[in-house]
């Protein structure tokens, strides 16, 4: 439920849609557009106009017009390289135009407003005039007004923000005082992100990540700290960060630990029992149903293998009751483009599979592109995609409701693949030092 100031219960016909976004502040200390730069009325909802096109109804859909909003705050920099001092909730009403990421909307009112320092993101002290936009104030806290060059404090921030909270009767809230926590594992996820693209920008961890959202400055920070990342160039105006070497390494190193103790934790389970049979597949399916399904020649799903959480292709394993027997089929087939029905061996049987046969089921199925079902595309991912091991393992997700194993099995084979890709890889660099060094023996005997 959305809880609005009771000026604008009457205004609302239906529950108004819900967008995050930022604002810049006014020295009449009000909120303004980030990039219109227009204030925004104490108490009155907001109201889109085209600067463009003034003759057109703001948002219109070939136009870039209307009050942004966004799902999830993706945020946004300053040329300067500053933060918006504020940012929050909205209500979006009227003509909204809908995008990816957000929305462009005719009406607009906050709900919530947080204060941040411009420069660090963390709990402001003070405003201080803004250097190069007349009328605008930036929100900084101490340290970062100690280092803002010719700063002009004007006010403290708790004028500010019982202004505010005057001016649109919301409540304000000031930013955390502390940096949040970086764990390791926010860490790795930094720089497989980093690995996985080449370069990233804060942007990108916004984006791209989830839980990390809070963290994206302070985790850039303490990456670059501790030399895990270094500042490589710009794409627009934000500054892109690439894998240091040491950054390699410590992310190789930390794979390696995950997968050790992934394998300990396995163990610890005890073997994988591959005689394992489900006692049927109809278990959830009345008579007329099963009559049903093997008139319409359809099956039951007893295994799937997903190439790709978003829309990628997906390989099913369907059993199909008939009177004597259980027949076998595998389909493969993006999500809405049809599937196609690939060869696999057993295509038949009395009794259920246990888990060993429906694994030379599965592994006995050549998939276009990429060949055996599993192990063939972690190797094509690598070979191809241009993938390194870790990430070429973690795709497809396989899963079962008949074979609750399966992916502990496919799980283990991926440990054993990568430990033997590694191995692979560490006697090539031997092997290529070997060479180069008898290459440089033999220039010197010559010599
Ligand atoms: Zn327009
Ligand atoms: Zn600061």
Excluded at 63 to 74: F, P
Aim: charged share 35%.
């Amino acid at each position: 439920m959305v809880i609005l100031p009771s000026f604008l219960e009457r205004v609302f016909t239906t529950e108004p849609i819900v967008g995050h976004r930022e604002w810049d502040l006014t020295h009449s200390h009000r909120l303004a557009g980030i990039v219109s730069r227009a204030e925004w009325p104490a108490g009155e909802a907001v109201r889109a106009r085209c600067s463009e096109h003034p003759e057109h109804r703001a948002p219109e859909p070939d136009c870039d017009c209307g009050l942004y909003a966004e799902r999830e705050l993706i945020g946004w920099k300053h040329p300067d390289g500053r933060l918006p001092s504020a940012y929050g909730t909205v209500a979006l009403w009227g003509r909204v135009i809908e995008h990816e990421n957000g929305w462009r909307a005719e009406y607009a009112y906050p709900l919530e407003i947080s204060l941040r320092c411009a420069d660090c993101g963390l709990r402001p002290t003070v405003a201080i005039l803004h250097a190069t936009w007349d009328g605008q104030i930036t929100l900084l806290c101490d340290r970062c007004l100690a280092e803002a060059p010719t700063p002009r404090a004007t006010t403290g921030v708790a004028e500010v923000r019982d202004e505010l909270s005057r001016a649109y009767a919301v409540p304000v809230r000031l930013a955390a005082a502390e940096p949040p926590a970086i764990s390791e594992d926010d860490l790795l996820q930094l720089l497989d992100l980093a690995h996985l693209r080449g370069l990233v920008s804060f942007r990108d961890i916004l984006r791209r990540t989830v839980g990390l959202r809070e963290k994206a400055w302070a985790l850039l920070d303490r990456a670059q700290e501790l030399g895990l990342v270094e500042a490589r160039g710009r794409s627009g105006v934000e500054t892109t960060f690439g894998l240091t070497r040491r950054g390699e390494k410590w992310r190789d190193r930390k794979k390696e630990e995950a997968l050790r103790k992934e394998e300990r934790e396995d163990r610890a389970k005890g073997p994988i029992d591959m005689d394992f049979r489900p006692p049927t597949y109809w278990s959830d399916l009345s008579e007329e149903d099963l009559r049903l399904l093997a008139e319409e020649d359809r099956g039951v799903e007893i295994a799937s293998i997903d190439y790709d959480p978003l829309d990628g292709p997906v390989l099913t394993v369907e059993a199909v009751f008939r009177e004597e027997w259980i027949e076998y089929r595998a389909l493969f087939g993006g999500q809405g483009d049809g599937e196609e029905e690939l060869e696999a061996t057993p295509s038949r049987s009395r009794r259920p599979l246990s888990l060993r046969e429906l694994v030379q089921l599965i592994e006995s199925v050549y998939v276009p592109d990429w060949g055996s079902p599993v192990e063939g595309y972690w190797e094509w991912q690598m070979d191809e995609e241009g993938l390194d091991v870790w990430e070429a393992v973690a795709l497809p997700w396989i899963r079962s409701e008949f074979y609750p194993e399966l992916p502990r099995y496919y799980a283990r084979r991926g440990r054993r693949w990568v430990a033997r890709k590694r191995r692979e890889a560490l006697e090539r660099e031997r092997r290529a030092r070997r060479e180069k060094r008898a290459a440089t023996r033999s220039r010197a005997s010559r010599g």
